[in-house]
């Protein structure tokens, strides 16, 4: 067996349990193992000689893993991101270690790499629902493992000190950019200003959703009054390394009574959003619960959060049901919300059927230019199932058109773009 | 009949192989094997291949069969993946994909997986070698 560079050990400085197997032949060639803290971890197989097999044992991230699962990245991806960024290249002979090199994964040989894209394959798995199990596990084990590494307050016991329900942004980073009792007034100043817009924000659409009406006729003053139900006040600082206690104002209306508590309806949606956020479909599913002022704030949050490569997470205690709401945000986990917002778009479909005449055609890009007899110009591409016949058209004849046109505007940016798509035709 | 492996069979805690799943069968199979298909893991189960541990008694038993895909395009599509994910599958079980022809007398056959995978075991008098020929060859 070829020598790897790395710290030579005697046995893995862990004991893991087998959960399941992501791909199998006739033996388990990539394999889900956890220990008692439901840490994951990856035993790939890669190399056998008469006596010895080789296997990479890395600890993974669950959501890693999770996305692997869900074929949103590659078996390449999985292993190219180990935790501390290094493998046990163990040798196993009669099921027992008999050697152990902690490497970096940059120091593997290519033979050990797989392609870049290998992707799930749900057939050649086994334990597949135990293994998603796991991942939920280690979703919460690494929260509660964050909170104690991060020193996280308990947001309930701070609640009751101060008799309210309360919110607590604790900012971490590896830089000099937050520091014990210390951070830079831009970060401060841009994270306080998008959570308290990210809070009004939610606000305006919770009210906007439970009204009944035209939802754009509002009454002097009553958006500010109710972006105020979002507000909060400045508790106190604490250096650890920089934890902001933020106290929801006391409403002076109340606008979902049948809601309880404005703060805590409030803070539920905020987190409802944040979760829903991390995955593009659920971000899709629940559109119409993100408004675009709620979206900019809440994509200027995560800017400041990957620009300056910040550790934040967000608690809300309420100290009368002593319930903690927490979402914690690093730089990946930013850069991923940040592309699914990218990929939010309104899309509106609407169908006119109209005569008129082709002003332009071509059969290679399949695109036309139509002019209506009431002068409207429509540019666009034929539908898939019209390609063929495209030669048949001319531009002398007047045709009657079935024109499919998407209307598409990008989340946060302003303008709508149209799009049209002649599905059907006939010669009038 | 006894199957080929009886003795490390009989001292498995479960039913191997289990008769309410594996029956006869009479049809055309493929195989992951080595170029050269004289090669003395061709055709050799995984449990004398790779000692390892396994999760339960069916697995192991398991390893003594032999793997067989039901069509070419599955075996061809599968061992590509295998490939790609553990480069070094290719110098353990082979680049290649052989297609033979199995009937009743040879052994048992186990239920299809949806990946087109089955598990056979063997009778006693069974030889593979020389009635399987290599269709694909991914190195080519």
Not at chain 2, 29 to 49: A, G, Q, Y
Request: proline share 2%; hydrophobic share 35%; glycine share 6%.
């Amino acid at each position: 067996m070829r020598k790897i560079k790395g710290i030579e050990l005697n046995q893995l400085p862990f004991q893991i349990k087998w959960v399941g197997d992501l791909l199998r032949y006739d033996w388990p060639l990539i394999s889900v193992f956890k220990d008692d803290e439901n840490q994951i971890f990856i035993k790939s197989w890669v190399e056998s000689n008469d006596n010895i097999h080789r296997y990479l044992i890395f600890c993974a991230y669950g959501e890693d893993l999770d996305g692997f699962i869900n074929n949103k990245a590659s078996y390449f991806q999985l292993l190219n991101n180990p935790i501390n960024h290094s493998v046990f290249v163990t040798d196993f002979i009669s099921n027992k270690i008999s050697n152990c090199t902690l490497a970096n994964i940059s120091d593997l040989p290519y033979d050990y790499i797989p392609a870049t894209d290998t992707m799930f394959d749900i057939d050649e798995s086994k334990n597949l629902a135990d293994i998603k199990n796991e991942i939920q596990l280690n979703r919460l084990d690494t929260l509660s493992r964050s909170m104690r590494d991060n020193g996280l307050f308990d947001i309930v016991e701070e609640s009751a000190k101060v008799g309210s329900d309360l919110y607590n942004i604790h900012i971490k980073s590896k830089n000099k950019k937050v520091g014990f009792g210390v951070i830079q007034t831009s970060i401060l100043g841009s994270l306080l200003k998008s959570f308290s817009d990210i809070s009004a924000a939610t606000a305006l659409t919770m009210f906007d959703s439970r009204r009944s009406g035209d939802k754009t006729r509002r009454a002097k003053g009553e958006v500010a009054k109710v972006k105020s139900l979002g507000d909060t006040n400045f508790a106190y600082a604490k250096a650890a390394s920089f934890s902001i206690f933020l106290k929801p104002i006391k409403p002076t209306i109340e606008l979902f009574p049948e809601l309880g508590s404005e703060s805590k309806s409030i803070a539920n949606q905020i987190f409802y959003v944040f979760e829903k956020s991390t995955k593009i479909e659920d971000l899709k599913t629940n559109k119409i619960e993100l408004s675009d002022e709620l979206l900019s704030a809440y994509t200027s949050f995560l800017k400041t959060v990957k620009e300056n490569d910040i550790n934040v997470s967000v608690q809300y205690g309420d100290w009368v049901d002593k319930q903690v709401l927490r979402e914690a945000f690093d730089l990946k986990k930013a850069a991923t919300i940040l592309d699914n917002l990218d990929q939010l778009e309104i899309i509106e479909n609407k169908e006119t059927i109209t005569k008129g005449t082709f002003r332009a055609l071509d059969s290679i890009s399949n695109t036309f230019k139509f002019e209506s007899s009431n002068e409207e110009i429509f540019i666009g591409k034929f539908g898939e199932s019209l390609y063929g016949s495209i030669l048949n058209l001319n531009l002398k004849d007047l045709f009657e058109v079935a024109i499919n046109t998407a209307f598409e505007k990008k989340r946060g940016k302003t303008g709508i773009t149209e799009k049209h798509f002649i599905t059907h035709y006939k010669v009038i | 009949m006894s199957f080929k492996y009886q003795k490390e069979i009989d001292n498995l805690p479960c039913d191997c192989p289990d008769l309410s799943e594996f029956k006869p069968h009479n049809g055309q199979v493929f195989r992951f094997v080595h170029s050269n298909l004289n090669h003395p893991d061709n055709f050799k189960p995984v449990n004398f291949i790779e000692d390892r541990e396994h999760e339960d008694c069916k697995s192991k038993c398991a390893g003594y069969g032999l793997s067989f895909w039901m069509t070419k395009g599955k075996a061809e599509k599968k061992l590509t993946n295998f490939i790609k994910n553990a480069p070094n599958f290719a110098q353990r079980v082979g680049t290649c994909v052989a297609e033979g022809i199995i009937c009743q007398h040879d052994g048992l056959i186990g239920q299809k997986s949806g990946s087109g995978h089955v598990t056979f075991h063997e009778f006693e008098e069974t030889v593979f070698n020389n009635r399987f020929v290599i269709v694909t060859n991914l190195n080519q």
